[in-house]
């Protein structure tokens, strides 16, 4: 039963691979392209695993005060996990001829982030001490973590994809960074709580506060991400370089 449960976690990360490709209809990524971003996603797991460990210093269960809660969060977590997204990324498709539109950025660094929340979600589940535990613990990471990894992976793809069409923007380290932040500052609301005292009820809205919030900046990201590359297949074939100036 324990083991059907933990599986079952794999739904919410399935479920938005779907719909993030709902999105991109017009113009749909090869499908072997997209498993291979989600395996490396997947894979990404076992070195952040092991770089954990060491940054923990050997695997502490949890932060034992506020200022480990803060370095677990935007280091041990954050930087670990998102570098890795943007690691696979990088080696999974960002040289592949696929890779020609700005929301192809969003589509692929979601299904990193997915590959990635999928493989986590199942080891959480997997860890839980009861079937209640798991069930609450599959509903919560349904509704935040999930979403969180493919939002985080996708700003990144975002902004790398807009400074490599349009040249303009942070490009891939700036959209690490800002996926770094919105990652740890979810984290650091959860690990700081404890030992907050009663400010800890000021900390509780954050992680939904982010991912509500990074949501809505992500759609209008994806807006304008679809209709730039509408407008750039709409253009007239143009002698080479041309139609690149017009992006």
Partial sequence: MNFLVALAGTV???????YVETHDAKRPEPKSLLRRTALFG???????????????GGGKVAP????????TAYV?????????????LWLAVWRHPAFNERFDGI???ARAGLGFALVENVGYLLGAESIGSMISMFILRAMLAVPGHAMWGAFTGHYAAKKRFDGTGPGLLGGLAIAI????????ALFVAPFAGPAALLLFPIPLIVIIG????????AAWALAKDDVTHALPKLPFGVG????
Avoid at 214 to 221: D, F, P
């Fill in 12 to 18: 919410p990360a399935i479920f938005l691979m779907w």
């Fill in 42 to 56: 997947g894979l990404a797991t076992i070195p952040c695993i092991v770089i954990q460990v060491v940054l923990s």
């Fill in 64 to 71: 034992t005060n506020a200022a480990e809660g803060v370095f």
């Fill in 76 to 88: 041990v977590a954050a930087l670990t996990e998102e570098t890795a997204k943007a690691i696979c």
């Fill in 107 to 109: 589509v692929y660094g």
């Fill in 181 to 188: 932040f919105l990652h740890g500052t979810y984290d650091a």
């Fill in 214 to 221: 990074g949501y809505r900046r992500l759609r209008s990201h």
């Fill in 244 to 247: 690149f100036v017009l992006r």
